[in-house]
């Protein structure tokens, strides 16, 4: 529906179909720090832990215009 990230096994088997929710996925990649940035319909990218699915920092890692939006990112 957009709104979610699943994630799979090696396999391709589905372990979690709400591992990452999210108004409007629109994106993601992993980094080459091994967090996964997933972004937003309103250009907004965020930082997950790809083993836990936890939100790393409490907002957007970036903004549209490509500033960090808060100090407590680390």
Excluded: H, M, W
Excluded at 23 to 48: C, E, F, H, K, W
Aim: aromatic share 10%; proline share 8%; hydrophobic share 30%.
């Amino acid at each position: 529906d957009g709104d979610r990230v699943g994630k799979y096994s090696n396999s391709g088997t589905l372990l979690n179909a709400n591992f990452i929710t999210l108004t409007g996925v629109g994106g993601l990649t992993v980094g080459p720090d091994g967090n996964l940035y997933v972004a937003s319909s309103d250009a907004q990218i965020y930082r997950y832990n790809a083993v836990t699915g936890a939100q790393i920092g409490t907002g957007p890692f970036v903004n549209y215009e490509g500033t960090p939006p808060s100090p407590d990112q680390p």
